[in-house]
């Protein structure tokens, strides 16, 4: 019988070859809610083009089947050479993973043609989960990601909430809003209580405190959404920040919760919930007064991490769905270039 596997090629994304893709990307942009669970429609294609050209955030690949375009995938390299792999979309299901795989593959070499990489962090979203059984096999490994959501059109959370108890706030500590005078301290909090977290895993910006700052800084500076500093969270004991809750808009409908920590001595004497409360409240204290509009709080919360889970339906939250979260290590990076 005739060998009829086609034939693959993978080239890397450029203002040119983004120009050829026109209809790619719009079949991805009609998916992108539905297949790809984003939460708001993306870019135009048209903005996509010029990410391309400005060549300094958004890059890709796009693979041929019998010179014919059918995929791309689009990353992004953070800072601490964190490689944020956003989307492998592929136009059918066809072959489909040993597409991917090729787009993946191509990635990887490019990233080793210069060693500058720590980490590949990718998240599985939507159909991409069916490539959690062969992902592995380019050495990715893997923690599952649960989205929780309290949504404010359904009756169950704002009824939990409404009926929560919870406990008193010990003596000498407080619950203050958001001020840039907590930056420094604050991403200590986030340093220490993420460095154990799998977080850490496929972000290892959190294991360092010039890291932590670095994602402190991206959720105030409003980079993540707009920052809503009246709804975030700070514990605060002696002058101290023993705790913090951010919150931000992801767009004009979404609120989430970035990152949530209490410091160590602190964990399990009921902090998390508090805060959590407290800017729960806030949020909605906010829809009232007409200072923003909307319909859900959400956060994304790995599936083994058992207080942060319970700390979120104890709440109010419900888990809506669950993904997988690929990472990569850079095995042949340097121990101070790495993590
Ligand atoms: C998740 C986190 C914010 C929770 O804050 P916390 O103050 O320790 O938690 P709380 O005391 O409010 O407890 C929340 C629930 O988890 C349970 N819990 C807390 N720590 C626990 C532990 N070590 N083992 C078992 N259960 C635990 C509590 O009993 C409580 O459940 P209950 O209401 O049914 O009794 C905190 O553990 C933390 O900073 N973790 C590291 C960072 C992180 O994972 N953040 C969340 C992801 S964004």
């Known amino acids: 019988m005739q060998n009829i596997e086609s034939l693959l090629k993978v080239e890397k ?4 070859l983004s120009g050829k893709i026109k209809d790619l990307f719009e079949n991805f942009r009609s998916r992108a809610i539905k297949d790809y669970k984003f939460e708001m429609t993306p870019i135009e294609y048209s903005d996509f ?4 050209k400005a060549d300094d955030a958004l890059k890709g690949f796009v693979i041929f089947e019998d010179s014919i375009p059918v995929g791309f995938l689009l990353y992004i390299l953070e800072t601490n050479n964190v490689v944020e792999l956003n989307l492998i979309h592929i136009v059918d299901n066809v072959d489909i993973n040993r597409k991917r795989k090729a787009l993946v593959q191509a990635l990887l070499d490019k990233l080793n043609e210069t060693n500058q990489w720590n980490v590949v962090s990718y998240p599985l979203l939507g159909i991409q989960d069916s490539f959690v059984r062969e992902i592995p096999q380019l050495g990715f490994k893997m ?3 649960a989205i929780v959501r ?3 059109t359904d009756r169950t959370s704002p009824l939990i909430f409404k009926n929560l108890v919870t406990s008193e706030i010990q003596q000498g500590y407080s619950i203050e809003e958001w001020k840039d005078e907590y930056f420094n301290q604050a991403s200590e909090v986030i340093h ?23 994602i402190v800084h991206r959720i105030t500076a409003g980079i993540f959404g707009t920052f809503l500093p009246e709804a975030t969270s700070v514990l605060v004991n002696n002058g101290n920040v023993e705790g913090v809750c951010f919150v931000n808009m992801t767009n004009a409908i979404i609120s989430n919760i970035p990152l949530i920590g209490i410091k160590r001595p602190n964990n399990n004497k009921g902090y998390g919930k508090l805060l959590l ?15 923003i509009m909307a319909n859900e709080i959400n956060a994304t919360v790995e ?4 207080p942060a889970l319970r700390m979120y339906r104890k709440i109010g939250f419900r888990e809506d769905c669950t993904y997988p979260h690929a990472y990569l290590h850079n095995a042949n990076s340097t121990k101070e270039e790495a993590i």
């Open 303 to 306: 599936t083994d991490n058992y």
């Open 49 to 52: 083009r010029e990410s391309i």
């Open 192 to 214: 220490e209580s993420f460095k154990n977290a799998s977080d850490a895993k496929f972000d290892p910006r959190f294991l360092t405190l010039e890291g932590s700052k670095e």
């Open 13 to 16: 994304l450029d203002y040119e």
């Open 143 to 145: 923690v599952g990601q």
């Open 150 to 152: 309290f949504k404010f």
């Open 277 to 291: 409360k407290n800017s729960v409240e806030k949020v909605i204290k906010m829809i009232i007064n007409a200072k």
